[in-house]
């Protein structure tokens, strides 16, 4: 689970920068008298360590830092957002001297209803500095948008973002198909739009025996009235909420618990989450947490409890599939933490023994699933060393791709797998600029020097194969880049499509003139497939995300009397072009800065018809 280094001297950094893995992780650095310095995260651990010793200036605090340390230890992590709650917990348990500030910008996500004149309901992570309610945490976005999507259906809550809201002039679609009250042009009173968000907030409390109850009471109340409308809508709205809560009543009472239940198998293991909320079940969700090879189930669970609800607000009640050590107290410490009694049962009978069945289940079969994906992505990197005749399996490997439309809007991609798959997280993106539209030599050769030429000046990280989506021509504007920077120790291989465009009759050129076709059934080519279908989709979405940017900006551009001042503040205005193109002549002469007849220009412009100056409201 851990990689460590101490020295009998000095410490040498470089070197144990340069035997970690590109895995993301927490790394901590100890001096002499095992005082800890410092903690920080990692998106990839051998770049972040190496960043400390790479030789480049640092500021007084990093470099006093650096010279008292004796050794690191390193904890490999799935994600950046695991290094990250382990860091959180490592930094507040124990206090490392040189940790000034924390970046806590990730979170479990929760829902916002916000206290403004119009609330709007939303999906929210990170800080919970915006002013209002939240709901949560959930165990994922997933349940997050499932419980958006019931207040929208349920109560017409808006969740346009406040530049849209403030700039629209009709409803939206939202309204027409009864998912919003059009708060944006007062379709609904204000007294009535807080009465949808009251009774979002007590079902979002759990409270919808009570809300239930209430709008009962006011259905009776308009019928008396002979207010008929009203009542029926209020009708409809309480059979929607019993049938829900009859669906989600479990036991005799509504339910607010955790299943938990951990498989293993050898050194992998797996927990599987189950959680309901006031009677609703929000899903399940998989952990894999890595393990030092020797921990049992009941040590993984423990572990797994310990830390994940350190993190989150624990549940009244947490069944576990086994009993784990030291159980009492970390009840205590659970309950001394949410403030309320939590209770942690692995003897449990009826619907909640299935629960434990269920989670346990899906435990194992998540597992499978996941060591059988490592499996097979293991055989297909066997296959590229067998097909390319590489001394050992590929550790890492690279592939270039260019993307365009008629040469406008050129981007390189590059995409990274290691021996378990893809690593986004070091996924790269260049914009190509300074060449001839279309010139797909020039863009390669332009992306893979800046990479390579970063690599050698920084001594960073080299792949082990490096994939060129093209033949020879490009492939010989990847080797004349490496001969340049003389990088060595780097296989080249290009990748040429087949005469029909087919999948699996791709040609593999190779520096030293052969070609290979090696068939739809190599597991080399395949591996080669995976990497190179990804680069082509990383390289489409940066092209077309930089091309509609162009777009969008030169329409402004071209617009006589608008320069970089008045641009920006049109766009600040409304919230981005979409906006600006919603309203209409008078909303844009509103604008500082922006008169009738500019405004006009600017409307018939974006609109493509003729000049129309609207007369003056005023007058």
């Not at 005082?35 to 605090?61: D, H, Q």
């Not at 008045?566 to 909303?587: C, D, I, S, V």
Request: aromatic share 6%.
């Amino acid at each position: 689970m851990s990689h460590s280094s101490t020295a009998e001297h000095a410490f040498d950094g470089k070197a144990f920068a340069a035997s970690l893995s590109t895995a993301p992780g927490v790394y901590r650095m100890y001096a002499a008298d095992e005082t800890l310095l410092y903690v920080g995260k990692a998106g990839a651990l051998r770049k972040r360590v190496g960043s400390y010793f790479n030789g480049s200036p640092k500021n007084a605090r990093i470099m006093l830092m650096l010279s008292q340390v004796a050794r690191m230890e390193v904890t490999v992590t799935r994600t950046e957002a695991e290094a990250l709650l382990l860091e959180n917990q490592l930094i507040k348990s124990l206090g490392p001297r040189y940790n000034v500030a924390l970046r806590d910008d990730k979170s479990y996500p929760y829902v916002l209803l916000t206290r403004e004149r119009w609330p709007r309901i939303a999906l929210h992570r990170g800080p919970r500095s915006h002013n209002g309610r939240y709901f949560g945490p959930y165990p994922g976005v997933t349940a997050v948008r499932e419980t958006l999507n019931l207040m929208h259906k349920l109560f017409g809550l808006r969740s346009c973002e406040d530049s849209v809201f403030r700039n629209r002039t009709r409803p939206c679609l939202q309204h027409q198909i009864g998912r919003c009250l059009a708060p944006c042009v007062e379709r609904v009173s204000e007294q009535e739009y807080g009465q949808a968000i009251h009774r979002a907030a007590m079902f979002l409390d759990g409270r919808s025996d009570a809300l239930i109850h209430e709008l009962s009471q006011q259905m009776q109340a308009a019928s008396d009235a002979l207010e008929f409308e009203q009542a029926a809508r209020l009708r409809d709205l309480v059979k929607s909420l019993r049938s829900m809560h009859n669906r989600q009543f479990v036991d005799g009472q509504a339910l607010d618990l955790d299943a938990l239940a951990c498989a293993m198998d050898g050194a992998n293991a797996c927990v599987m989450l189950l959680s309901f909320r006031d009677g609703r079940n929000l899903g399940t969700r998989a952990f894999f947490p890595r393990t030092n090879g020797q921990d049992s189930a009941e040590e993984v669970l423990a572990a797994f409890v310990s830390q994940y609800y350190s993190e989150q607000a624990a549940p009244a009640e947490i069944l576990l599939d086994r009993e784990i050590e030291e159980a009492g107290l970390i009840q205590a410490a659970l309950s001394e933490a949410s403030g309320q009694r939590v209770q942690l049962k692995w003897k449990v009978r009826n619907e909640r023994a299935g629960y434990i069945e269920l989670v346990s289940r899906n435990a194992q079969a998540a597992l499978v699933q996941e060591l059988s994906s490592r499996g097979a992505q293991r055989v297909r990197s066997e296959g590229l060393q067998a097909l390319l005749e590489l001394p050992a399996a590929p550790n890492r490997v690279e592939c270039f791709d260019i993307s365009h439309t008629m040469g406008e809007a050129t981007v390189a991609s590059c995409v990274v797998f290691d021996a378990n798959g893809p690593v986004s997280s070091q996924y790269r993106r260049y914009n190509i600029t300074g060449i001839t539209p279309g010139d797909d030599y020039a863009a390669m050769h332009q992306a893979l020097e800046r990479r390579f030429r970063k690599a050698v000046e920084q001594d960073g990280v080299l792949p082990d194969v490096l994939l060129i989506d093209g033949g020879a021509g490009q492939l010989a504007q990847a080797q004349s880049v490496l001969d340049g920077l003389a990088v060595q120790g780097v296989m080249l291989v290009g990748v040429a499509k087949g005469p029909q465009r087919r999948a699996g009759e791709e040609t593999l050129v190779l520096p030293d003139g052969r070609s290979l076709r090696p068939g739809a059934a190599s597991p080399g080519l395949q591996f080669i497939q995976q990497v190179r279908d990804e680069a082509h989709r990383f390289a489409i979405t940066g092209h077309r995300a930089r091309r509609q940017k162009a777009r969008n900006t030169s329409r402004l551009e071209d617009i006589e009397g608008i320069g970089p001042r008045r641009r920006a503040a049109l766009l600040r205005h409304f919230g981005g072009l979409g906006g600006l193109k919603a309203a209409g002549q008078a909303e844009i002469a509103r604008v500082e800065g922006i008169n009738a007849a500019l405004a006009a220009r600017i409307y018939a412009n974006l609109h493509g018809l003729p000049e129309v100056v609207l007369a003056d409201e005023s007058t």
